[in-house]
T-cell receptor
């Protein structure tokens, strides 16, 4: 079975501060991991993903995430928050199961950026 | 290249009414999905399709039906709407590879009174 837990439904940071959004997963098979971002009144769009290889993944808009197998984590970071980063962020895990693969999304973390 | 489009953008229904949500994609993707998004619950998969003419149940299929008569279209039907179906509905599509990104439509806001 697979699952995704995002710690904190809301995170607030000041502009220019570090952004850290936490994601832990469980999977019985090697996982593929994703972060998606959703801006107000829009659909989700891919921020970055980990499949195989390098465990530090760089995405769009200066975000990056590190896959840590020992900690079953895939936390999202950005060194310096910008007002335009205010959005909801979803962590997701995809893994093969009998008959195909499934993607499970976390509950989401809403990021607020204060001026 | 419009990506994934959804029709309508917003709809208000009375309990017991029926409606169909339309999703269209122009990326020639094999897989298509319908999700609902509710506060604090992330996205939950309603139904999905791995190809034209095939559909399968997701996590929360009750009260919904789907059809995939054409590869580019995926329809979600509510036969008898209930207030519990008030939600934002998202359609997505992808290629049949676990590493593939899902591409999402802009969503349909549905209010059932």
């Amino acid at each position: 079975a697979q699952s995704v837990t995002q710690l904190g439904s809301h995170v607030s940071v000041s502009e220019g501060a570090l952004v850290l959004l936490r994601c832990n997963y469980s999977s019985s098979v090697p996982p593929y991991l994703f972060w998606y971002v959703q801006y107000p009144n829009q659909g989700l769009q891919l921020l970055l993903k980990y499949t195989t290889g390098a465990t530090l993944v760089k995405g769009i808009n200066g975000f990056e995430a590190e896959f840590k197998k020992s900690e079953t984590s895939f936390h999202l970071t950005k060194p310096s928050a910008h007002m335009s980063d205010a959005a909801e962020y979803f962590c997701a895990v995809s893994a093969f199961h009998t008959g195909g693969f499934k993607t499970i999304f976390g509950a989401g973390t809403r990021l607020f950026v204060k001026a | 290249n419009a990506g994934v489009t959804q029709t309508p953008k917003f709809r208000v229904l009375k309990t017991g009414q029926s409606m169909t949500l339309l999703c269209a994609q122009d990326m020639n993707h094999e897989y298509m999905y319908w999700y609902r998004q509710d506060p604090g619950m992330g996205l939950r998969l309603i139904h999905y399709s791995v190809g034209e003419g095939t559909t399968a149940k997701g996590e929360v299929p009750d009260g919904y039906n789907v059809s995939r008569l054409k590869k580019q279209n995926f329809l979600l039907g509510l036969e008898s709407a209930a207030p519990s179906q008030t939600s934002v509905y998202f359609c997505a599509s992808s290629n049949p590879n676990r590493a593939e990104t899902q591409y999402f439509g802009p969503g349909t806001r549905l209010l059932v009174l």
